[in-house]
Protein backbone atom coordinates (compact mmCIF):
# COMPACT_ATOMS: atom_id res chain seq x y z
CA UNK A 1 0.00 0.00 0.00
CA UNK A 2 1.44 3.52 -1.58
CA UNK A 3 -0.12 6.92 0.66
CA UNK A 4 -0.19 9.46 -2.20
CA UNK A 5 -0.93 12.23 -1.06
CA UNK A 6 -2.74 14.70 -3.11
CA UNK A 7 -3.96 17.47 -0.66
CA UNK A 8 -3.60 16.56 3.01
CA UNK A 9 -7.47 15.50 3.48
CA UNK A 10 -6.91 13.62 0.55
CA UNK A 11 -4.78 10.75 -0.15
CA UNK A 12 -4.90 7.37 -2.73
CA UNK A 13 -3.61 4.29 -3.08
CA UNK A 14 -3.41 1.20 -4.81
CA UNK A 15 -5.28 -2.04 -4.34
CA UNK A 16 -5.31 -2.31 -0.69
CA UNK A 17 -5.89 -5.75 1.81
CA UNK A 18 -7.84 -5.84 5.07
CA UNK A 19 -4.25 -6.13 7.15
CA UNK A 20 -3.93 -2.34 5.86
CA UNK A 21 -7.31 -0.70 7.59
CA UNK A 22 -5.26 -0.59 11.28
CA UNK A 23 -2.58 0.77 9.48
CA UNK A 24 -4.89 3.35 7.89
CA UNK A 25 -6.37 4.06 11.18
CA UNK A 26 -3.20 4.46 12.77
CA UNK A 27 -2.36 7.34 10.30
CA UNK A 28 -5.90 8.93 11.39
CA UNK A 29 -8.14 8.21 8.46
CA UNK A 30 -11.63 8.76 9.06
CA UNK A 31 -13.09 7.41 5.84
CA UNK A 32 -12.20 4.87 3.25
CA UNK A 33 -13.25 5.25 -0.58
CA UNK A 34 -13.32 2.62 -2.93
CA UNK A 35 -13.47 3.27 -6.21
CA UNK A 36 -13.26 -0.12 -7.61
CA UNK A 37 -16.14 -2.33 -8.72
CA UNK A 38 -15.38 -6.37 -7.51
CA UNK A 39 -13.88 -8.66 -10.32
CA UNK A 40 -12.14 -6.47 -12.33
CA UNK A 41 -9.03 -8.84 -11.94
CA UNK A 42 -8.50 -12.42 -10.57
CA UNK A 43 -7.96 -12.95 -7.13
CA UNK A 44 -8.78 -9.66 -6.06
CA UNK A 45 -9.62 -8.15 -2.48
CA UNK A 46 -13.92 -8.11 -2.13
CA UNK A 47 -15.21 -4.79 -1.65
CA UNK A 48 -17.21 -6.76 1.35
CA UNK A 49 -13.99 -7.75 2.87
CA UNK A 50 -12.62 -4.43 2.83
CA UNK A 51 -15.89 -2.42 4.20
CA UNK A 52 -16.55 -5.06 6.89
CA UNK A 53 -12.70 -4.41 8.48
CA UNK A 54 -13.25 -0.91 7.61
CA UNK A 55 -16.58 -1.06 9.90
CA UNK A 56 -15.16 -3.18 12.38
CA UNK A 57 -12.42 -0.56 13.20
CA UNK A 58 -14.62 2.46 13.82
CA UNK A 59 -14.35 4.08 10.17
CA UNK A 60 -16.61 5.27 7.67
CA UNK A 61 -16.53 3.37 4.15
CA UNK A 62 -18.32 4.53 0.72
CA UNK A 63 -17.97 2.09 -2.21
CA UNK A 64 -18.31 4.23 -5.98
CA UNK A 65 -17.02 2.04 -8.02
CA UNK A 66 -16.11 3.57 -11.50
CA UNK A 67 -14.91 2.17 -14.51
CA UNK A 68 -11.25 3.65 -15.79
CA UNK A 69 -12.09 5.75 -18.69
CA UNK A 70 -16.08 6.32 -18.38
CA UNK A 71 -15.84 8.60 -15.56
CA UNK A 72 -19.25 10.45 -16.42
CA UNK A 73 -20.56 13.94 -14.94
CA UNK A 74 -22.80 12.12 -12.77
CA UNK A 75 -20.01 9.94 -11.36
CA UNK A 76 -18.35 13.34 -10.73
CA UNK A 77 -21.29 14.68 -8.70
CA UNK A 78 -21.61 11.53 -6.55
CA UNK A 79 -18.10 12.05 -5.07
CA UNK A 80 -17.85 15.56 -4.78
CA UNK A 81 -21.34 14.35 -2.73
CA UNK A 82 -19.46 11.94 -0.74
CA UNK A 83 -16.10 14.06 -0.75
CA UNK A 84 -18.24 17.39 0.64
CA UNK A 85 -20.01 14.89 3.57
CA UNK A 86 -17.49 12.55 4.45
CA UNK A 87 -15.43 12.46 7.52
CA UNK A 88 -11.76 13.81 6.67
CA UNK A 89 -9.05 12.93 6.20
CA UNK A 90 -10.14 10.52 3.46
CA UNK A 91 -8.08 7.35 2.05
CA UNK A 92 -9.38 6.51 -1.41
CA UNK A 93 -8.55 3.37 -3.42
CA UNK A 94 -9.05 1.50 -6.54
CA UNK A 95 -6.62 -0.80 -8.95
CA UNK A 96 -4.10 1.73 -9.11
CA UNK A 97 -4.84 5.23 -7.51
CA UNK A 98 -5.32 6.45 -10.74
CA UNK A 99 -9.71 6.56 -11.08
CA UNK A 100 -9.55 7.93 -7.49
CA UNK A 101 -7.17 11.21 -8.69
CA UNK A 102 -9.30 11.32 -11.31
CA UNK A 103 -12.85 11.50 -9.28
CA UNK A 104 -11.46 14.06 -7.39
CA UNK A 105 -9.82 16.38 -9.99
CA UNK A 106 -12.17 16.78 -11.91
CA UNK A 107 -14.39 17.54 -8.78
CA UNK A 108 -12.31 19.86 -7.77
CA UNK A 109 -12.55 21.62 -11.41
CA UNK A 110 -14.79 24.32 -10.72
CA UNK A 111 -12.77 25.11 -7.64
CA UNK A 112 -9.51 24.70 -8.08
CA UNK A 113 -7.64 26.16 -11.25
CA UNK A 114 -6.61 23.23 -13.63
CA UNK A 115 -2.61 23.72 -13.65
CA UNK A 116 -2.94 23.33 -9.27
CA UNK A 117 -5.17 20.17 -9.36
CA UNK A 118 -2.38 18.25 -12.43
CA UNK A 119 0.74 19.36 -10.11
CA UNK A 120 -1.27 18.56 -6.88
CA UNK A 121 -2.48 14.90 -8.68
CA UNK A 122 1.47 14.79 -10.51
CA UNK A 123 3.10 15.15 -7.29
CA UNK A 124 1.22 12.54 -5.47
CA UNK A 125 2.54 10.30 -9.28
CA UNK A 126 -0.70 10.41 -11.37
CA UNK A 127 0.12 12.61 -14.83
CA UNK A 128 -3.53 13.53 -15.68
CA UNK A 129 -2.94 15.76 -18.47
CA UNK A 130 -4.98 14.47 -20.59
CA UNK A 131 -7.70 14.61 -18.53
CA UNK A 132 -7.91 18.60 -18.99
CA UNK A 133 -6.95 18.51 -22.82
Request: charge should be negative; charged fraction near 25%; aromatic fraction near 10%.
Amino acid sequence: MKLNKIIEDYVVSDQIIEEDIVKLKEAGFKTIFCNRPDNEEQNQVTVNSIRDKVIENGLDFIHQPVVGGQISQNDVDQFSDYYDNAEKPIFAYCRTGTRSSMLWALSESGKRPVDEILQLTFAAGYNLNNLFR
